[in-house]
């Protein structure tokens, strides 16, 4: 009885995500994931090259193996270009997998920038940022699980029954586009602070999978995105590292916020943070309420950057989650070469 109350929980997520045109990916570590947040982050690094992997799981308290089960990873590079400025460009590759439907989406996107410096020197500097990103998607549902209505009888489900749907289409393709500005101080080599926005879904490309008739629109709600955070130094060894994120979505918000402690271990770049997060979130006509409080830790040894956080559900889902939400791993890896140019960029 529970397995069969998990799936139609998944059939009602999988066709209430497609009514409401498609809610994005969400990672609670959003600092370590900058090209899924604002394509105006690319190449905004104190490296030459950056590649970055993020994983995320989401409800398995609840959906045990149908839970949502996130896969990203991206590349990108700065290129100087005159005295002070710089392009960026990079791709991004993502997939999201939830239910026992396999209902996925899988994306690719290459993104470019520009960053402009518009103030002070090379250790002190403003610079402003614009970003573009441009690729397509494939979303697509495996019907070799599903159990249908008229398939149960007196709560047993009979599979050889036909459902009586035809030919239902099993996946469809469609172009993305969006745009992103950042602004960011740099303060000193130890301390900076950023504020950027981002417009993802300009197209506002039709996810219905009922294309054949031609009349069927779903189209992808746009989605606006402000964000900020930096870094600033405390104590010999010690940096405050506060963040946050605000996502509108349709019907959606999200907002995302708090912060890291970052201890420097030594003067060769290893550190590590502990931080604490709040995530508030609204659905359609609900109110905006406590979804989750997230932990975090970060640690960073020469090149690399590896963090783990895990959300502690508190929404009214907390009686059938038992509190647990989602488990998330990130991981930087930055290819630094020599550096000709003292600009410390804020660091994701």
Known sequence: ????????????????????????????????????????????????????????????????????????????????????????????????????????????????????????????????????????SQRSIDYTNAQWPVQVTDGVHNPNIDPGEGNLPENFLFGDVGVGLLWFSILNKSSNFYVGGAINHLNQANLSFYREDGKTVENYYTKTVFHAGGEFKTGKEMSLVPGAVFFHQGPSLEINAGNSFRFNLDGYGQSFQVGAWMRLARHFEKPLLMDAIILSTRFDFSNWGIGFSYDINVSSLNSASKGNGGFEFSMIYNVCGPQQRGVYCPKF
């Open 1 to 136: 009885m529970t397995k069969r109350l998990a799936l139609y929980l998944s059939l009602f997520l999988i066709f209430t995500v497609s009514s409401v045109r498609g809610q994005d990916i969400h990672f609670s570590q959003f600092y370590m994931s900058p090209l899924t947040l604002n394509p105006a982050l690319t190449g905004v690094m104190n490296c030459n090259t950056r590649i970055v992997g993020n994983y995320r799981n989401q409800w398995a308290s609840v959906l045990g193996s149908s839970s949502y089960n996130t896969y990203s990873v991206s590349y990108d590079q700065k290129m100087p270009v005159g005295r002070y400025d710089y392009f960026g460009f990079g791709g991004l590759l993502w997939s999201d997998v939830a239910g026992s439907l396999d209902f996925q989406t899988l994306t690719l996107k290459l993104s470019g920038s520009y960053a402009r410096r518009v103030g002070g020197d090379r250790h002190k500097s403003n610079y402003i940022v614009l970003g573009v990103e441009a690729g397509g």
